[in-house]
C-alpha cells in the first residue's frame, strides 16, 4: 500500500490516473448497482406478479366451476325430488322425471365436468344418472359429511377425493383411478325444514390436474393444491426430495388470510413460494419453486451490467492511457531533459511537437539553456581575466619583492669595495630581469624557468661566496614543458635567506625533479637550519590562506611560499601547489607539483625558451 501511495504521489501521470478511475469508475459503478438493484426489484416483482397470476387464474377458474355447479344444488328445491325422497315408494315416470331434469340442466349450463348426479334419502334410497334408482346397502348417515349436513342442513360440502370416504360413495359406484370431487347439501322438507336427504354432485379433478401439470414456476417449479387443513389435495408428479418439501410446507399464520408470497429457508437452496386461496372452497393453490429461477433473468441482468461496467472501465483506462501518453511523455521528455541540464550537461534541448502549452514550455526550456550557457560563457571568460589580473598582481609583488633583496646586495658590496663584483652582479641582475619580464608572458619553459634561477644564484652566490653552493639536476626531457614564469626563484630565494644564511658553514641549495604520472614534481631543498614542528605547521597554514597586501604576518612567514602557491592552485586548481617539508636542524625540502603538458592556451603567453 505504501508503495502505490509513493508511486502514485511521485508521478503526474499516476496521479491523473487514479483520479480518472476515480472519476469515472465510481459514477459506473453507482449507475451499474442502481441499475441492478431496479432490474432485481422490477423483474422479482415481474415473476412474483406472474407466479401469483397463475395461482389466483387457477382459483378463480375453480371458484367458477364450483359456482356453476353448485346450480345442480337448486335440484333441493325440485318438488319431484322432495316427493322422491320422501316418500316410500314411487313409480317409474317420478323417476324418469327426475332423471329428465338432470338431462335438463346439464343441457343448459354445459357441464362437462360433472360426471354423476346422485340423490339419497335417510333411508339409503337413492336415485342417480348412472345407476338410476338404487338401495344404498349402509345407512347414509354414517358417513360423517352427511352427519355434519344433517347437524347443519345450510352448509354445502366441497370434498376433495382424498377425503372421499366408501360411505359417501352412496350409489356403490366407482371411477377407478379417475379423482373426484364431490358437492353435497341437505334437502329439507318444504314446510318443517326438516333433512330428509341429500344431494351429491361429482366432479372430475382433471381441469386441476391438467392446470398443475402443463403450469409450471421458472423451470422446475409447480403448483399444487391443499384443503383447509393444508393437507395435499393434488400434487403433480415430483422427485422424493420435492414431495417432502411439500409435505413440510407450512403458510405462515398472517399470511392464511390472504394471497401471498414469501421466500421459505430449507436445508438447501432457498425457494419461493406463492399461493392464494379459493373462495368458494377454502382450498389453497400453492406454486413453489427454486428462488434462483425466479430471480435467473435478474441475474442474467447483473452479469450483464457486471460485463459493462467491466468494459467500461476498460475502455476508461484505455482512453486514459491514450490521453495521458499524449500528455505525459513530452512532460516526462521535459523532465528528463532538465536532470541531465542539472546534472551540468548544457546540450540538452527539447523537440517541441505541436503548439500547445506544453510545446511552449519547451521551446522556453531551450531559450532558458542557451541563456544559461551564454551566461556560464561569460562568466568564465570574466574569471579567466580575473585569475589573469590575479597572477600578474602576484608576479608583480614577487619582482619588487626580489629586486629589494638584490639591491641590497649590490649595496652591501659597493659599500665594501668590490666595484668589479659590483659589475658583474649588475650584469647579471640584468639577464636576471630580462628572463624575469619574458616579453609580460606568463609561461615560460620549464629550461628558461632553470636559466633564470640559475642567473639568481649566480647573483646570490656573489654575495655569500663562503657559505653558498648550488645544483641544478632535471633530465632534459622535463626542461621542454611549460610552468608558470617566477615559480623556482622565490623558493629558492627562501631557501637562502631562511635556511642556509642562518647556518654555520657552507650550504647547498639543490633544484631537481621528476615525472610522477601526468605530474612534475620539481624540489628545491636546502641543508641549513630547518624548520621547527610549531613553526613548519604554521607555513603550511599560511601559505594556505590568499595573499593580502600588507599582511605583516604573511611576509613573516615566507612571502614567497605563499605566492607561488596561491599562483600555482589559482591556474591549475586546489590540487596543484607546493609542499613544504622540513627537518630543524637538517634543512628543508619544497616540492612543486604542477600538471604535465597543461600550459596557457594563448600562445602569445607561450615562450619558447
Known amino acids: 500500500m505504501m508503495r502505490i501511495t509513493r508511486w502514485i504521489s511521485s508521478s503526474l501521470r499516476a496521479k491523473l490516473l487514479a483520479l480518472f478511475i476515480v472519476l469515472s469508475t465510481i459514477p459506473l459503478i453507482a449507475v451499474g448497482l442502481i441499475s441492478y438493484q431496479k432490474s432485481y426489484q422490477s423483474i422479482s416483482s415481474h415473476s412474483k406478479a406472474s407466479s401469483m397470476l397463475q395461482a389466483d387464474l387457477l382459483g ?31 313409480t317409474y315416470q317420478e323417476a324418469k322425471d327426475i332423471l329428465q331434469t338432470f338431462t335438463l340442466y346439464r343441457d343448459t349450463y354445459k357441464y362437462d365436468n360433472v360426471l354423476n348426479i346422485s340423490l339419497i ?10 345407476r338410476g334408482i338404487f338401495q344404498s346397502g349402509s345407512n347414509p348417515l354414517r358417513s360423517p359429511h352427511f352427519q355434519e349436513l344433517a347437524r347443519s342442513p345450510e352448509l354445502i360440502l366441497r370434498i376433495p377425493p382424498s377425503l372421499m370416504s366408501s360411505y359417501d360413495r352412496v350409489d356403490g359406484f366407482t371411477y377407478g383411478s379417475q379423482g373426484v370431487i364431490s358437492i353435497m347439501t341437505a334437502v329439507k322438507q318444504r314446510i318443517t325444514h326438516e333433512v330428509i336427504g341429500f344431494i351429491i354432485v361429482d366432479l372430475s379433478d382433471s381441469f386441476i390436474k391438467d392446470f398443475c401439470d402443463r403450469v409450471t414456476i421458472g423451470t422446475t417449479g409447480f403448483f399444487y393444491l391443499t384443503d383447509a387443513q393444508s393437507n395435499p389435495i393434488y400434487v403433480p408428479p415430483v422427485s422424493a426430495a420435492e414431495l417432502a418439501l411439500v409435505q413440510a410446507t407450512r403458510l405462515p399464520a398472517r399470511e392464511l388470510e390472504r394471497s401471498g408470497s414469501f421466500v421459505q429457508q430449507t436445508t438447501g437452496p432457498p425457494r419461493f413460494i406463492v399461493h392464494t386461496s379459493s373462495q368458494a ?24 451490467i457486471i460485463i459493462s461496467v467491466g468494459l467500461s472501465i476498460l475502455f476508461a483506462i484505455t482512453l486514459h492511457y491514450l490521453l495521458t501518453r499524449r500528455l505525459t511523455r513530452p512532460i516526462q521528455l521535459l523532465q528528463h531533459k532538465m536532470r541531465l541540464t542539472a546534472s551540468g550537461y548544457l546540450e540538452a534541448k527539447v523537440k517541441p511537437d505541436g503548439r500547445d502549452e506544453i510545446a511552449d514550455l519547451g521551446q522556453s526550456f531551450n531559450i532558458m539553456v ?4 551564454e551566461l556560464l560563457a561569460q562568466s568564465i571568460r570574466r574569471q579567466q581575466q580575473l585569475q589573469k589580473a590575479e597572477l600578474r598582481t602576484l608576479q608583480a609583488q614577487i619582482n619588487p619583492h ?38 609580460g608572458r606568463d609561461w615560460v619553459q620549464i629550461r628558461s624557468e632553470l636559466d633564470h634561477a640559475r642567473s639568481y644564484l649566480i647573483i646570490q652566490q656573489m654575495r655569500y661566496r663562503d657559505i653558498l653552493e648550488f645544483r641544478i639536476e632535471i633530465d632534459e626531457e622535463l626542461q621542454e614543458y611549460p610552468i608558470l614564469n617566477m615559480t623556482l626563484q622565490p623558493l629558492i630565494e627562501n631557501a637562502l635567506y631562511h635556511g642556509i644564511k642562518n647556518k654555520r658553514g657552507k650550504g647547498l641549495i ?3 625533479g621528476y615525472s610522477d604520472g601526468g605530474t612534475i614534481m620539481l624540489t628545491v631543498s636546502d641543508n641549513g637550519i630547518g624548520i621547527p614542528g610549531e613553526r613548519l605547521e604554521a607555513l603550511r597554514a599560511s601559505i594556505e590562506q590568499p595573499v593580502q597586501a600588507g599582511d605583516t604576518d604573511a611576509e613573516q612567514s615566507g612571502f614567497g611560499l605563499q605566492n607561488v602557491h596561491q599562483r600555482l592552485r589559482l591556474y591549475f586548481g586546489a590540487e596543484y601547489g607546493i609542499r613544504l617539508d622540513s627537518t630543524e636542524g637538517y634543512g628543508t625540502h619544497i616540492t612543486v607539483r604542477i600538471p604535465k603538458n597543461r600550459g596557457s592556451k594563448d600562445e602569445e603567453d607561450y615562450a619558447g625558451g
Open 60 to 90: 378463480t377458474n375453480i371458484d367458477n366451476l364450483f359456482k356453476d355447479t353448485e346450480r345442480l344444488l337448486e335440484l333441493s328445491n325440485n318438488p319431484q325430488v322432495i316427493h322422491f325422497l320422501f316418500s316410500q315408494s314411487e
Open 121 to 130: 334419502n335417510l333411508y339409503g334410497k337413492g336415485i342417480s344418472e348412472r
Open 281 to 304: 372452497t377454502d382450498w389453497t393453490i400453492i406454486g413453489t419453486a427454486p428462488l434462483q429461477e425466479i430471480v435467473a433473468e435478474a441475474n442474467r441482468i447483473r452479469q450483464l
Open 370 to 373: 542557451e541563456q544559461i550557457k
Open 402 to 439: 626580489f629586486l629589494y633583496n638584490t639591491l641590497d646586495s649590490i649595496v652591501w658590496m659597493a659599500e665594501a669595495g668590490n666595484h668589479d663584483g659590483v659589475i658583474r652582479l649588475v650584469k647579471a641582475l640584468s639577464g636576471f630581469f630580462r628572463l624575469s619580464l619574458n616579453k
Open 510 to 512: 639543490r633544484i631537481g
